[in-house]
Structure formats: C-alpha cells, structure tokens
C-alpha cells in the first residue's frame, strides 16, 4: 500500500480534472475531425486544401507547442484586443480552456484521418442508392453513413483517446492542477518523488483500462452480430 502522506485528497481532485479536461477535449476534437474529414473530401479545392494544412500543420508540431501556442498566444491576442478599449493590464488564459482547446486540436487532426478513410471504406453505392430514393447528402449522411462510419472508426478513435488522455499532463506547465501538477505539489511537500510519481502512474494506467473497456463496449455495441454472438 502506497502512504500518501495525507495528500491522496489532492490526487483525487487531479484525477477528477484530468478525466473532465480529457472528456471534453474528446467532444471538442470529434466535431474537428468530423469537419476536417468532411474538408479533406470536399468537390471543392479550397476547403480540401484546408483541411490538408490543418492535418498537416498539427501533426507537425509537438501538442506541447500547441499547449504553449494557445496559452500564451491567446493572452497576447486578448490583451491586444483589450489594448483597443484602454486596458493594458495582463490577462491569463484559463488553463482549463486553453487545455481543452489545445488538445482538440491536436486531437482532431489525427481523428481527420480516421474518419475520412473510414467514410472511403464505406461503398460508394450506398450514397447513390440514397440519392435515388430523393435522400439529401445531409440526410443521407447523418442516416446512412454516418452510423457506418462510428463503427469503422471507433478502433482507431479508441487508440487516439487513449493517447489524449496522457497528453492531459502537458497542460500542468501552464498550471492546471491535474494529476501531474498535483503529484507534484505533493513531491514539493514531502521530497519523495517516487511514491507521488508512482501513484500517478497508476492512477493513468486504471483510466487508460477504463477507456480500453469502455472502448471495447462501444464496438461490441455498434457491432449487432458481435453482439449476439456473445
């Protein structure tokens, strides 16, 4: 059993920290791969040559730069905007928000890739046979593609959450108290490095099984025949 020293209280409030920042970060970056995918295939070159320098310009760059890139830079423009209006004073960023936005973006870039080629995997047939019976694109693709797609990407998805969620630790150099800026605190308190560093290993390698299983039922979910199998 790991002695804690009475500090297992502010693990637990990093612990609850990481997992929020890692949720909506998950939401946020889905709606940016959705729509980077949905550039990326566009019939027209200027959105498909966004989405190819969003993808390309993110998964170019360490999402520590982009952590750092937000943060600071937000408050910069910010305090510019502020400057318009008289006000000269400095002005943070919540590293809460800059976190989120940080991590979406990154986020989304890889999740691009994972729903574009899986809305290439699905038959090119389906989209006609929709148009015939005078579907709509939009409602072809929110009733027929798109339930096709989760199916097809959630492998690749589940892979990438699990990369965020550790990613969540970058944010403690801008100061957000999770589970790293806490552990560390802690190891500032007491000088014991390895026990705090170790109990924070764990405590991300329990919600890493936790986002492999929940992953594994959402599979088994969309997957009807996987379903009655078991």
Not at 2 to 26: C, M, N, Q, R
Not at 97 to 120: D, P
Request: with cysteine; hydrophobic share 55%.
């Amino acid at each position: 059993m790991i002695d804690l020293h009475g500090f297992g209280h502010l693990l637990l409030a990093g612990t609850w920290v990481t997992v929020k920042l890692a949720v909506v970060s998950l939401i946020v970056g889905l709606m940016f791969g959705l729509l980077g995918a949905a550039a990326k295939l566009s019939d027209y070159k200027i959105l498909r040559g966004i989405g190819t320098a969003y993808t390309t310009l993110v998964r170019g760059i360490p999402e520590l730069l982009i952590v750092f890139a937000i943060y600071f830079g937000g408050s910069a423009v910010v305090m510019a905007i502020a400057s318009w209006f008289g006000y000269d004073e400095y002005i943070e960023i919540n590293p809460f928000m800059a976190g989120v936005t940080a991590l979406s973006i990154a986020f989304g870039a890889y999740a691009t890739e994972v729903f574009r080629m899986a809305i290439l995997s699905i038959p090119k047939g389906q989209w006609e046979s929709a148009q015939a019976m005078g579907m709509t694109p939009s409602k072809t693709f929110f009733r027929i593609i798109l339930p096709q797609v989760w199916r097809v990407a959630l492998p690749g998805l589940g892979n990438l959450f699990q990369v965020l969620l550790k990613d969540t630790a970058l944010v403690s150099v801008v100061g957000l108290q999770d589970i790293i800026r806490q552990a560390s605190t802690a190891v500032a308190a007491t000088k014991e490095p390895f026990t705090f560093y170790l109990a924070a290993a764990c405590i991300y390698l329990i919600l890493t099984a936790i986002a492999t299983g929940t992953t594994h039922w959402f599979e088994r979910l969309s997957n009807p025949q996987a379903r009655y199998k078991g």
